[in-house]
T-cell receptor
């Protein structure tokens, strides 16, 4: 049963600390998305990759957020330095280019104190 | 810009009641439309989709019809179960320049079904 996995599932950190979230897309999927979910803003697209190349990161605060795909089996989202307003659930999703369905991971719940 | 508007929740129903969750959209061109469902503590799952006008998406007893004339994609189910309790998201992928995969979500509607 192929699934998107995300680690860690929960993260509590202090303001100013670096946070790294990891995602393993479904094997064979060539498109990876990062979303953020908050009560106030709902679900927002932060960035997405196709064939490991970033296609759009316009939803991401550039000064503190960075997203990469070191290889086809790993996507990372880093926040440095973290701030309380970054507290949210971060979802990774993967899919195939040209297909409509995106498969979501269980999310990383980040709390910045 | 492109956007999706859903009815506010929570929606509370008794088991076997009829469900409607309203969704309207604003988009240029011909977007593809989706309903995703999020169960507590989990990620989103695609429930159904429609990629062109008048298409009806259906799955697990849920249905939604792509109505271009009213820019709507309302979710319906004839008889809800307690296990349908979840948050439902209406979403679109803009139609311009092909399928980029960039989902734009509505705010979500919480459904609570009581026995």
């Amino acid at each position: 049963d192929a699934r998107v996995t995300q680690t860690p599932r929960h993260k509590v950190t202090e303001m100013g600390q670096e946070v790294t979230m990891r995602c393993q897309p479904i094997l064979g999927h060539n498109t990876v998305f990062w979303y953020r979910q908050t009560m106030m803003q709902g679900l927002e697209l932060l960035a997405y990759f196709r064939n490991r190349a970033p296609l759009d990161d316009s939803g991401m605060p550039k000064d503190r957020f960075s997203a990469e795909m070191p290889d086809a089996t790993l996507a990372t989202l880093k926040i440095q330095p973290s701030e309380p307003r970054d507290s949210a659930v971060y979802f990774c999703a993967s899919g195939l280019a040209g297909a409509y369905e995106q498969y979501f991971g269980p999310g990383t719940r980040l709390t910045v104190t | 810009g492109d956007s999706v508007t859903q009815m506010e929740g929570p929606v509370t129903l008794s088991e076997e009641a009829f469900l409607t969750i309203n969704c309207t959209y604003t988009a240029t061109g011909y977007p593809s439309l989706f309903w995703y469902v999020q169960y507590p503590g989990e990620g989103l799952q695609l429930l159904l989709k429609a990629t062109k006008a008048d298409d009806k998406g259906s799955n697990k007893g849920f249905e939604a019809t792509y109505r271009k004339e009213t820019t709507s994609f309302h979710l319906e189910k004839g008889s809800v179960q307690v296990s349908d309790s979840a948050v439902y998201f209406c979403a679109l992928i803009p139609g311009a320049r092909g399928n980029t995969g960039k989902l734009i979500f509505g705010q979500g509607t919480t459904l609570q079904v009581k026995p």
